[in-house]
């Protein structure tokens, strides 16, 4: 028996960037990245912001007054009827910031498709419980998010150079 589908809710709340990828490609990375990690049934809420609310969230929940490109929150434990509600398993919401994922992309030299598709991929796996606080957890999040970006044909974002950067300012 497979897996249900991820249920990704898309929120588009930007007035101060370029378009941000359409929902179904945001949809298509998020996922990629769900199925990376058993997660295919998941439910998670992607939501596209501008700079002001990305400031306001990072301030509010990191305490950084700053907008920053990528923001997770995991939700934990869901009673059961609150995901049947939902139609799944609650994994959490992201926040991305487009202004300052296109910024990004630019000083880093990747294209714009490259550093959003990173930023979901991103995204989606602190939902799953990965981070990179210690140089191991970060190896085994980096070789996750390398590998769902090859899926898609993006090169490698930690690389130094035009295909990615060497560091991420998020988190």
């Given amino acids: 028996m497979s897996a249900p589908d991820a249920t990704i809710e898309i929120q588009l709340a930007v007035e101060d960037a370029d378009e941000p990828p359409e929902p179904a490609t945001l949809r298509a990375w998020a996922a990629a990245a769900l199925a990376a990690v058993d997660q295919a049934g ?5 939501r596209v912001v501008d700079r002001a609310e990305g400031r306001a969230l990072n301030r509010l929940y990191r305490g950084r007054d700053y907008a920053t490109n990528v923001l997770s929150f995991p939700f934990g434990e869901v009673a059961p009827e ?4 939902f139609g799944g398993h609650c994994l959490g919401d992201i926040a991305i910031c487009a202004p300052v994922v296109e910024r990004e992309a630019g000083e880093q030299g990747k294209s714009p498709a490259a550093h959003w598709a990173h930023m ?3 995204g989606v ?7 990179h606080d210690e140089p191991c957890a970060a ?8 590998a769902v970006l090859a899926e898609f044909g993006f090169g490698d974002p ?5 295909t990615g950067a060497a560091a991420l300012e998020e988190q």
Avoid: C
Avoid at 82 to 85: G, S
Avoid at 125 to 131: E, I, K, P, S, T
Avoid at 158 to 162: F, N
């Fill in 82 to 85: 609150v995901a049947v509600e």
């Fill in 139 to 146: 190896a085994a999040m980096e070789a996750r998010e390398r």
């Fill in 42 to 46: 998941a439910v998670v809420t992607l």
């Fill in 125 to 131: 796996l602190h939902l799953a419980g990965f981070d």
């Fill in 120 to 122: 979901v991929v991103h």
């Fill in 158 to 162: 930690y690389a130094e150079g035009p």
